[in-house]
């Protein structure tokens, strides 16, 4: 696998690697705990966002099990970072990779995380040679359950009470779509 060419656009989207200019906007959506909640972690801190921009701006070798690539997304033409989107690499071996998003809700509703999330899945098998591209989320996340299902990806799982949220049992959705699904989709 390669370290995959940043940045590119689609239609309306501009991603990119985060530099430390990105401090605010990340802060603005990644302190929430409306936004937390479906992560399984409490909201950054500002602190936290300052390390999370120096690890993210240095990019990965995308090599090992674990290296992942943290994209940042801007509305084309504007500088404000609106969410992200992340690859990991699961298992170099076996080619299967992690995808998830994260967006300001204040830019919700626009389409911005399934054209991201569309896109960096196209770089995924393009570009990284994933054979198997998978995505884990809360299934009270119904926002990305959407964009799952936009993608064409098939839920493989429904884990029932597999992750403590501070005080509640969260239950978690695999959905996956393999390299030969997303080129019979895309022709």
Same mark, same amino acid.
């Given at each position: ?28 959506? #990644? ?16 602190? #936290?966002?300052? #390390? ?6 240095? +990019?990965?070798?995308?090599? *090992? ?11 084309? +033409?504007?500088? *404000? ?6 690859? *990991? ?6 080619? #299967? ?72 049992? +969260? ?11 997303? *080129?019979?989709?895309?022709?």
């Amino acid at each position: 696998m390669t370290t995959p060419l940043l940045p590119f656009s689609t239609e309306r989207l501009l991603l990119r690697l985060f530099t430390p200019d990105d401090l605010d906007d990340l802060y603005a959506y #990644q302190g929430l705990p409306d936004v937390a909640r479906y992560l399984y972690r409490p909201p950054l801190t500002r602190e #936290q966002c300052v #390390q999370s921009l120096t690890r993210r701006a240095a +990019g990965t070798a995308w090599a *090992k099990d674990g290296d992942d690539l943290v994209v940042a997304v801007c509305p084309v +033409g504007e500088a *404000k970072v609106v969410g992200e989107v992340v690859l *990991k690499l699961a298992s170099a071996r076996a080619r #299967q990779v992690e995808i998830g998003w994260v967006f300001n809700p204040e830019y919700g509703g626009r389409g911005y995380a399934t054209e991201a999330a569309r896109a960096i899945a196209a770089l995924a098998f393009s570009e990284l040679d994933a054979h198997r591209l998978f995505a884990r989320l809360d299934v009270l996340n119904t926002g990305s359950v959407r964009v799952c299902e936009r993608l064409g990806m098939r839920r493989e799982a429904y884990l029932v009470e597999n992750d403590l949220d501070g005080e509640r049992w +969260g239950s978690e959705y695999v959905y996956a779509m393999l390299a030969r699904e997303w *080129k019979v989709d895309r022709t």
